[in-house]
T-cell receptor, first 114, second 112 residues
Framework: NAGVTQTPKFQVLKTGQSMTLQCAQD?????MSWYRQDPGMGLRLIHY???????DQGEVPNGYNVSRSTTEDFPLRLLSAAPSQTSVYFC?????????????FGPGTRLLVL | AQSVTQLGSHVSVSEGALVLLRCNYS??????LFWYVQYPNQGLQLLLK??????LVKGINGFEAEFKKSETSFHLTKPSAHMSDAAEYFC??????????FGTGTRLTIIP
């Protein structure tokens, strides 16, 4: 299994541009989520999905859209990038939603918005 | 309010010395507790998790953590630090809403 994969690894955007961060997992996990990691702030939940066709907002959803058309893929869309969205983005998955489920993280996408 | 606090954003220990990374939480209900490790330019991976079966939890790479309800703590320890332990460590808590709240992280440096 490849686990959780993310593309691209690194991206530079100009303010106002749009882009999609890709996330895929091959473990047949029901639960997938997106986090952003900023210095001194740990990881913060952006959006999550408990299964295909079901998504919900996390702690910091503004400026981001998600969809979950298949179990495997969970793309994160930035409609109009802003410098405040400069961050490292991690996708994670777990077999199901639950208190004791281990989350498996992808390698991250480093985004710079100028 | 529910929160997770990691004391010390940077910790340095000598190789072979005890590693102690602190995590405290604020919650009125028993939480679910996790420690994750992040090596440079990688994603996070689970070190250990508290499942309420035992207060002392053993994880990978010789790490362990003890849940102390009276102190609302879940500190991470390793008896003898190794150079390969240099990484950033995150305490994470599920306050019963099936979402993880992460601490701000502690960067561990090992001094040869």
């Amino acid at each position: 299994n490849a686990g959780v994969t993310q593309t691209p690894k690194f991206q530079v955007l100009k303010t106002g541009q749009s882009m999609t961060l890709q996330c895929a997992q091959d473990m047949n996990h029901e639960y997938m989520s997106w986090y952003r990691q900023d210095p001194g702030m740990g990881l913060r939940l952006i959006h999550y999905s408990v299964g295909a066709g079901i998504t919900d907002q996390g702690e910091v959803p503004n400026g981001y859209n998600v969809s979950r058309s298949t179990t495997e893929d969970f793309p994160l869309r930035l409609l109009s990038a802003a410098p405040s969205q400069t961050s490292v983005y991690f996708c994670a998955s777990s077999p199901r939603r639950g208190n004791l489920e281990t989350q498996y993280f992808g390698p991250g996408t480093r985004l710079l918005v100028l | 309010a529910q929160s997770v606090t990691q004391l010390g954003s940077h910790v340095s220990v000598s190789e072979g010395a005890l590693v102690l990374l602190r995590c405290n939480y604020s919650s009125s209900v028993p939480p679910y507790l996790f420690w994750y490790v992040q090596y440079p330019n990688q994603g996070l991976q689970l070190l250990l998790k508290y499942t309420s079966a035992a207060t002392l939890v053993k994880g990978i790479n010789g790490f362990e953590a003890e849940f102390k309800k009276s102190e609302t703590s879940f500190h991470l320890t390793k008896p003898s630090a190794h150079m390969s332990d240099a990484a950033e460590y995150f305490c994470a808590v599920d306050f019963g809403n099936e979402k993880l709240t992460f601490g701000t992280g502690t960067r561990l440096t090992i001094i040869p």
